[in-house]
């Protein structure tokens, strides 16, 4: 194996790589501006993340929170049981009348508006005036 | 451990203070005696006021005055006098199930069972009072 002096490389290297050119200061500025006015400017940098792939996060993030939002409350329409209707008060009720003395008729009323149950006798004989 | 033993004595103690409590309120029910007629209009001076709604709607009298109020008790087996010589006889005959007997100078004039439900009356009426006027008995729980 052929060993190859540093001295040598750097020598190599030198004629095979020739520095730029130099530009006057009016021409690189020149150059620079017309650079600079390139919209978009589009770095050079592979690391750098592509904008098509930064900007397509957007929809995408919106996207997932309104699934995450309709599976929320589709979950919670799920779990939560439906509203009972309101179950209106229980009246008082008459099982048995039983009318011990002469009478014309009997009634009985319950009233839901005004809450209240009535048993009305008619033509009660209680002959004491 | 203990601290299930203490919940558990704790509401032993709830259950048995609850308990008398429960079965107090089902010791008495509350009768008014109230009379109707067409004297002159009145409303018995709010005392009425749960009953009154009732009472306007479905009969047609002016008047309505309280005559008596009290407590009668469901476990007694002689009628309470409650003004006018009526008596009320309350037995208690179920959770809420009562048998309500109306009678007028000994004399057994009406004989029902009603189950009372909570704030809401049974008004047994149509006993005689004066020329045109109306007993009206009002049984609720208190």
Redesign the interface.
Known sequence: MKRVRWQQIRATLREQCQPPPLRSADEFWADFRARQQLVPQIADDPLAVPPRFAVSWLPALTGLAIVALVAVLFTKNLHTPPPTPVQA?????????????E?GGLMI?Q?A??????????G?E?H?? | MKTTIHVAALAAAILALAGPMALAQGDAVLVRLVAADNSEAGDGNGELADVLPLLKDNLRFKSYQLLASGKVATGGTQPTAVGLGYSILVTKQGANTFSVDVSKGGRSLVKTRVILAPRQPVMLGGFPYNDDGKVIVVVSLP
Do not use: F, H, P, Q
């Open positions: 008060a229980r009246l008082s009720e008459v099982e048995e009348v039983e009318v011990m003395v009478y009323m009233d508006e005004s809450r209240g149950t009535l048993v009305w006798v008619t009660m209680t004491d005036g």
